[in-house]
């Protein structure tokens, strides 16, 4: 019986392996430690949840603020032209839709400044990531992750939550 239990929770281990992301630079991103024992003779085995996302990733609408006020972050808005139009922009962002975004942090310095009106960031750079509510900005800093960019975050709130942070101030 207990040996039955041993290969059943061994076959989940490859599994969990299988299904875990590696972060750029070849890392993992490590959340929980699980000990089990299941009663088998020698086997201790320590596992640990994996995540593709490093920790922390998310900025507060406070964050940004002094983030922009100290220019110490790019903050690109990955909405589509339009709801700038319609909606409004945070001060100081740059628009590059999703749908482009892998590509836009692929071109030369030049190219990006006259197609999307401002610096290229760097690999190095703090980027912030925003949309309307926080969603597509998300898998624009998957994007840039995986292109290689260190220091990536995302406005969870997106313009929503700025604007109404606005309005109160």
Partial sequence: M???RCWRFAAVVPKLLWNSTVLPGGRSSVSSLVNTHHDC???KLLLRGFSSAPPSTDVSYEQLKQLLSGR???VID???PWELREYGSIPGSINVPLAQVGNALQLDAEEFNEKYGGEMPQQTDNIVFTCLAGIRSKNA???AASLGYKDVHNYLGGWQDWSKN???D
Wanted: charged share 40%; hydrophobic share 35%; aromatic share 0%.
């Fill in 72 to 74: 110490k972050a790019v």
């Fill in 41 to 43: 003779k020698h086997t």
């Fill in 166 to 168: 606005e309005q109160q």
């Fill in 78 to 80: 990955v909405r589509e």
């Fill in 2 to 4: 207990a040996l039955r």
């Fill in 141 to 143: 800093l998957d994007t």
